[in-house]
């Protein structure tokens, strides 16, 4: 890594000596990026903060546009010749659910109406037949981690961690990311940066095979000399993938909840259903999404919620049964879609990583204290600055990569929530929120939130 006198990452040298440089503007936004191929991306904001295009490397553009709570009305990915990629123009409630969207894209969903039936036992409400037609059985072991679904079996190790997958197999880093997965004898092992972002992937002889450059979000793939440019729709699932001759290579289309209502790829690759956040795909529907593997056949995590009851008194929901509103990349909260982390490092850093600290040695109220000490400075810094979001996201970057240090720690970003928590005096108000538990550690979990005069 390298800085610039702010603290923002000027540089960053992935494996193999390539070499990723960042840009900034006077407000210390991420402005654009360069990849080792001298690519150039660029992103421009309005006066508010918020992104209003990306102009990618291979000359194909997002742009966007917003109400005046900053909810997103419109998103447009295009071609240099104009010609549309992916379009979505939203129609909102009063409470800024989405209740209509009209829609062009690349890859027409294909699905028929059916009816799908679900029975419960009476001990625990677990899951226990799914039937549309032809009947699946469902077990459960005694953590409520899902054994079996139809002939899908599943194993799982001391921490929770999904170890076999339908006979692939997957090991893990002590900080939980994905290291190394075989599926069907092939190997492949996965190299992250330190906010644990995938920078790589490498076959068993540990040659890298793929890159992954990261910008405001997951941006390209790069594969020899060849770079491939990521267009997400509103939520962030993969719509298409363009080379750079702007041709479509691949796209995707989805149901709600992420079943796959058809693919046409060139280029497999893991990024598709809410791939912009980190999820990576698996067979039959399945998607690892850190915490927790979620299946998007019947819409529900296989595994209860890490931090219990927190999440809701569902512990197999995914994104609060609202999918079209919201996602739940990391398995463990439900957050709206309000823009990706943008690089940075930010005050406070190391009062955070005395909470980490603090928290793994079993000190929640030293824990706390340092967090709080934390989370006011950065606030400070944000309003001093006059860019509250970028405030935001940089606690978000700063939690991220100080993570590491503490292997048997997890923290988890949920972004800013509506005002549903009550706050002494001033009541409920819109919030940003953490998690932070121990992994593998049921309920070990410790929330932080601080009120924000901006909501969303």
Same mark, same amino acid.
Request: aromatic share 16%; with cysteine.
């Given at each position: 890594y390298q800085y610039d006198a702010n603290g923002n990452i000027t540089a960053l040298s992935y494996p193999g000596n390539k070499m990723v440089s960042y840009q900034y503007d006077a407000l210390n936004r991420l402005s654009g990026f360069t990849n080792w191929l001298n690519q150039s991306t660029h992103y421009q904001y309005d006066e508010a903060g918020r992104l209003l295009e990306t102009r990618n490397a291979n000359g194909t553009t997002t742009r966007y546009s917003y109400d005046l709570a900053n909810r997103l009305l419109t998103l447009t990915t295009q071609k240099s010749d104009g010609d549309i990629i992916n379009q979505q123009q939203f129609t909102l409630d009063l409470n800024g659910n989405r209740i209509s969207e009209t829609k062009v894209q690349p890859q027409a969903p294909t699905e028929q109406a059916k009816t799908i039936n679900y029975s419960y036992n009476a001990q625990k409400n677990r899951l226990t037949e799914i039937s549309d037609g032809s009947t699946q059985s469902v077990s459960h072991d005694v953590e409520g981690q899902t054994q079996s679904k139809g002939s899908t079996v599943y194993q799982f190790n001391s921490r929770h961690q999904v170890t076999n997958l339908n006979g692939d197999i997957f090991e893990y880093d002590g900080a939980g990311n994905r290291l190394k997965a075989t599926r069907g004898g092939v190997v492949t092992y996965y190299i992250y940066d330190a906010a644990n972002n995938l920078l790589a992937e490498a076959n068993a002889s540990k040659q890298i095979t793929r890159y992954y450059v990261h910008g405001a979000d997951l941006s390209q793939m790069i594969e020899g000399n060849q770079a491939y440019t990521y267009h997400f729709d509103a939520i962030g699932s993969t719509i298409a993938i363009t080379d750079q001759g702007q041709n479509i290579v691949n796209q995707y289309a989805y149901s709600p909840y992420g079943r796959d209502l058809?693919?046409? #790829?060139?280029? =497999?690759?893991? $990024?598709?259903?809410? @791939?912009?956040?980190?999820?990576?795909?698996?067979? /039959?529907?399945?998607?690892?999404?850190?915490?927790?593997?979620?299946?998007?056949?019947? @819409?529900? $995590?296989?595994?209860?919620?890490?931090?219990? $009851? #927190?999440? @809701?008194? /569902? +512990?197999?929901?995914?994104?609060? /049964?609202?999918?079209?509103?919201?996602?739940? =990349?990391? @398995? +463990?909260?439900? #957050?709206? /879609?309000?823009g990706t982390l943008l690089r940075a490092l930010v005050p406070g850093q190391m009062a955070w990583d005395n909470a980490i600290t603090d928290f793994a040695q079993g000190d929640y109220g030293g824990a706390a204290l340092n967090a709080a000490q934390m989370l006011g400075e950065q606030v400070l810094t944000a309003f001093g600055a006059r860019v509250i979001q970028q405030g935001s996201r940089g606690i978000a970057q700063g939690i991220n990569e100080s993570v590491n240090a503490v292997r048997s720690v997890r923290v988890i970003y949920h972004g800013t929530h509506p005002a549903h928590h009550s706050f002494p005096i001033i009541g409920k108000q819109p919030h940003l929120q953490w998690t932070i538990y121990r992994q593998g550690v049921k309920k070990s979990h410790l929330n932080i939130r601080i009120p924000v005069p901006w909501g969303r």
């Open positions: 058809g693919k046409a #790829e060139t280029r =497999p690759q893991p $990024f598709t259903y809410v @791939g912009q956040h980190g999820v990576m795909a698996e067979q /039959n529907d399945h998607y690892y999404m850190r915490a927790r593997y979620y299946d998007a056949d019947i @819409g529900r $995590f296989i595994s209860e919620d890490p931090i219990g $009851f #927190e999440g @809701g008194i /569902n +512990l197999y929901a995914y994104a609060s /049964n609202n999918p079209v509103n919201w996602v739940d =990349p990391e @398995g +463990l909260c439900t #957050e709206y /879609n309000s």
